[in-house]
């Protein structure tokens, strides 16, 4: 039997991308993002805890999260959880658990004060891996979706 690694969350970033460039020029953005749960304790008091997700696009997606996403922004993101290690400059190994973005989709409405998307446009992948985009009513609530997949084959310009 196979397995899946797939992580997929909602939530809010906590601070705007970070966004550097490989040295073969890549984009590589950072994102922190915020999901919370509300529970009851043993006393019936309604309590809330917060887990920070440590996220990371890369290419065109980096790109586009740096363009559209801001601090507060709610986001769907979807890929594999992954752990890498590194060595510092003492030498130390550090290591961290980050979630590599494959899909993206900006949950904010285009009139949120937070306004991370543009939800007058569709952004979804097609059956032949082409991006289709379309004008939609600027009052209706379909996210923007960006599958990093599919992302070769937008033009630079994208149509928002």
Not at 25 to 34: E, G, P, R
Not at 55 to 80: D, H, M, N, R, T
Request: hydrophobic share 30%.
């Amino acid at each position: 039997m196979s397995s899946l690694n797939k992580a997929m969350i909602i939530g809010n970033l906590g601070a705007d991308p970070e966004v550097r460039y490989t040295q073969s020029n890549t984009a590589v953005a950072t994102l922190s993002v915020a999901t919370s749960e509300r529970y009851k304790d043993s006393n019936g008091d309604l309590q809330e805890r917060t887990e920070w997700h440590r996220v990371v696009a890369w290419g065109k997606l980096a790109e586009i999260c740096q363009s559209y996403l801001k601090k507060g922004s709610k986001v769907y993101l979807e890929g594999p959880i992954q752990t890498r290690s590194w060595e510092d400059k003492d030498g130390q190994k550090k290591y961290t658990t980050e979630i590599k973005a494959l899909n993206m989709v900006m949950l904010d409405r285009k009139d949120d004060s937070m306004g991370g998307g543009d939800s007058g446009y569709s952004q979804a992948a097609a059956g032949s891996g082409a991006m289709n985009s379309g004008k939609q009513n600027s009052t209706s609530a379909s996210p923007t979706t960006f599958n990093n997949n599919d992302l070769d084959n937008v033009e630079d310009d994208l149509p928002f």
